[in-house]
């Protein structure tokens, strides 16, 4: 693979930013890689596992002189670091960020940076219930979307490179407006989020049923809710708080959907219950179809390390 970026700056050292090293040290799209992580304690776990090429113990450190700096901390982190790097961005340089949340990151990141740079924010669709430097993995991108929410100042060149770089690392690449996409990841991802972490909770208090047999007996639909409940706590805080409106949309429409099957099971409607659950497993269909996972018991989230 061709290289195209000289230098690539991760700022955040977790799951995502740590799988796009090794991502792309596989395909060699980059000259050289510095980390930076705010934890001097990740920093050196970073630097024992040989994590980057250099890693970097500030944040202007590691973006002086970088071609593409990526953003991969929580969304309500994202304005200070802009804040923090901007006086020493190349000029010329791309920003990009792996946020959950677009909107947001677009209007607390761009008015701090110079006109020189490009901002091109992106959202990888791709994680695991795992976090830190030592959960990353080169397959991690493999065949999963990343979408691009190029602003209206970036040029036609960063956005193309920065496609190039993310097809190079496995991804499958689409442009979206930062609106459509909170919407869309509101549906796919942040409700589905919520209601795993208050199902989890439900589990916990419901005393009847004891901390033991919960474990024991825990079936694949229950142990699916707590893989999606341990996930990273900082970064759903800031997910919820900063994609509020399509969040709580979908939520309203979710209630409904709930109070619809609660009528049906209360009356005994197995017709109306039948129907429901031909449909969403149609759509389970689609999923596995689309090559976006798999029929395995893993939900085809095997690891593998670098």
């Known amino acids: 693979m061709t290289q195209v970026y000289g230098k690539v700056a991760l700022i955040g050292l977790g799951l995502i930013a740590s799988s796009m090293?090794?991502?792309?040290k596989r395909a060699g799209v980059a000259g050289v890689t510095a980390g930076y992580a705010r934890s001097s304690e990740t920093r050196e776990t970073a630097r024992r596992i040989?994590?980057?090429d250099s890693i970097c113990d500030t944040a202007a450190e590691a973006v002086a002189e970088a071609d593409l700096v990526v953003l991969a901390v929580p969304v309500g982190a994202m304005a200070s670091v802009a804040q923090e790097i901007a006086p020493h961005l190349?000029?010329?340089c791309t920003v990009t960020d792996v946020g959950s949340v677009k909107r947001h990151v677009i209007d607390a990141v761009a008015p701090h940076l110079p006109e020189t740079v490009q901002f091109v924010a992106g959202h990888p669709l791709a994680g695991t219930e795992h976090s830190g430097p030592e959960s990353g993995f080169d397959t991690l991108f493999d065949?999963?979307?990343t979408l691009l929410v190029p602003t209206e100042t970036a040029s036609a060149r960063s956005i193309a490179d920065l496609r190039t770089y993310?097809?190079?690392?496995?991804a499958n690449v689409e442009e979206m407006d930062a609106d459509h996409h909170d919407l869309v990841l509101a549906v796919t991802s942040h409700a589905p989020h919520l209601i795993a972490y208050t199902m989890v909770g439900v589990a916990d208090d419901l005393r009847r049923v004891t901390d033991s047999e919960v474990i024991k007996y825990s079936a694949a639909g229950f142990r699916d809710f707590t893989r999606i409940a341990a996930s990273d706590p900082t970064m759903w805080r800031d997910v919820f708080l900063t994609n509020k409106d399509a969040t709580l949309e979908i939520l309203g429409r979710f209630t409904e959907e709930l109070f619809a099957l609660q009528r049906a099971i209360r009356t005994g409607n197995g017709e109306h219950l039948h129907a429901y659950f031909t449909h969403t497993r149609a759509i389970r269909r689609g999923i596995i179809e689309a090559g976006q996972d798999t029929e395995a018991p893993d939900f085809g989230r095997g690891k593998s390390k670098t």
């Open 90 to 92: 190349k000029p010329g």
């Open 21 to 24: 090293y090794w991502a792309s």
């Open 143 to 145: 065949n999963r979307w």
């Open 50 to 52: 040989g994590l980057c």
């Open 166 to 170: 993310w097809e190079a690392l496995g």
